[in-house]
């Protein structure tokens, strides 16, 4: 299995390939973008096994943060964050109703995240070539939202909480013609703000708006039937909450067919040499079992053969909020 990262030192960069314990240096690229658009007609492996150098890092240095090398996530746009939507789908994984139905819970016998669940139990997994039900979809940001591993996940001040979304996400190049292409797949922390949606289910889309995170590593053409994970949450050191998880086709209610057609079926979607991170969404949050996450709390989030884990801390933004005015033009 093909696992790929991109790190830097001051203004040089590098894509390497995942050899443990070490990362080994392709020649001739500084991004993963570039190394796929370069591809030609040649696959994945054959460019690498051709283009891979005698070069090598220790990985458990460069994980640790204590090289000159760091860390980036494993995908970024050359032209700019702009050139990479961030997005996402919800009430995809069989677990995951139960968190958002407590979340939102009323009076009424079901509320609309189980019509909406449901909904994806019963026309989610369509025949092969046919179109099932849409799933819940949501808009994350652009790329200048992603941050790679080690990185701090800023909470701003208007934020009302933050809490990690442990999955997996989809990334995606559209090639020419308006088709998509999948480079592979990644760890994910979709990180939200559960406590504003969980005033009004309304709030969903305003929850989402926030920094997140992949990586560290990339991995090309996954197994995703059933990928067994774990999320830990850390506090001063010290583990406070970890749950087993599980991700992948055989614990969804939605096919992987289903979830992109739905994604890139608007033509918006389909504009060349842009990239997508979509996230395939997450079956257990620690906000779920009662946990509110603090400053400086550190969320850790592995997968089965998806590398090594991908970790992240909450940046809370200190002070007031602060208005924020318009000025016309006029």
Same mark, same amino acid.
């Given at each position: ?30 991004? !993963? +973008?570039?190394?796929?658009? @370069?591809?030609?007609?040649?696959? #994945?492996?054959?460019? %690498?096994?051709?283009?891979? $150098? ?116 989809? !990334? +995606?190049?559209?090639?020419? @013609?308006?088709?998509?292409?999948? #480079?592979?797949?990644? %760890?994910?922390?979709?990180? $939200? ?138």
């Amino acid at each position: 299995m093909i696992r790929l990262v991109q790190i830097q030192k001051g203004s040089e960069r590098r894509v390497a390939l995942v050899e443990e314990p070490e990362l080994r240096l392709l020649a001739g690229v500084r991004s !993963i +973008y570039e190394l796929v658009i @370069g591809l030609g007609k040649a696959s #994945i492996a054959d460019w %690498i096994k051709a283009n891979v $150098s005698n070069e090598r890092l220790n990985y458990d240095a460069v994980y640790a943060g204590n090289s000159d090398w760091h860390l980036l996530p494993p995908i970024d746009h050359p032209d700019g964050p702009w050139r990479c939507l961030v997005s996402g789908t919800g009430l995809t994984h069989l677990g995951s109703a139960k968190n958002r139905q407590a979340m939102h819970s009323v009076t009424q016998n079901e509320t609309d995240s189980m019509k909406m669940f449901r909904w994806g139990v019963e026309g989610g997994r369509p025949a092969a070539g046919s179109i099932g039900v849409a799933p819940e979809w949501f808009y994350k940001g652009d790329g200048g939202i992603l941050r790679g591993h080690g990185e701090s996940l800023a909470v701003p001040r208007f934020a009302e909480d933050a809490g990690e979304e442990g999955e997996i996400a989809g !990334i +995606y190049l559209i090639g020419p @013609g308006g088709r998509p292409w999948r #480079i592979g797949m990644c %760890i994910g922390n979709e990180c $939200s703000d559960h406590r504003f949606e969980k005033r009004n289910y309304l709030n969903l889309a305003g929850s989402k708006l926030r920094q997140c995170a992949i990586g560290p590593e990339l991995v090309v053409d996954p197994e995703f039937r059933s990928v067994p994970g774990k999320v830990a949450i850390e506090r001063a050191g010290k583990m406070i909450w970890s749950k087993e998880i599980c991700s992948g086709e055989a614990e969804m209610c939605h096919s992987l067919q289903n979830l992109e057609h739905h994604h890139f079926k608007f033509a918006g979607h389909r504009r060349e040499d842009d990239l997508h991170v979509h996230y395939f969404g997450a079956c257990s949050l620690s906000f779920g079992d009662g946990l509110q996450l603090a400053d400086g709390d550190a969320m850790i989030i592995g997968f089965n053969d998806f590398g090594r884990p991908l970790r992240n801390t909450l940046a809370m933004e200190r002070g007031p909020d602060s208005l924020v005015t318009v000025q016309s033009l006029a």
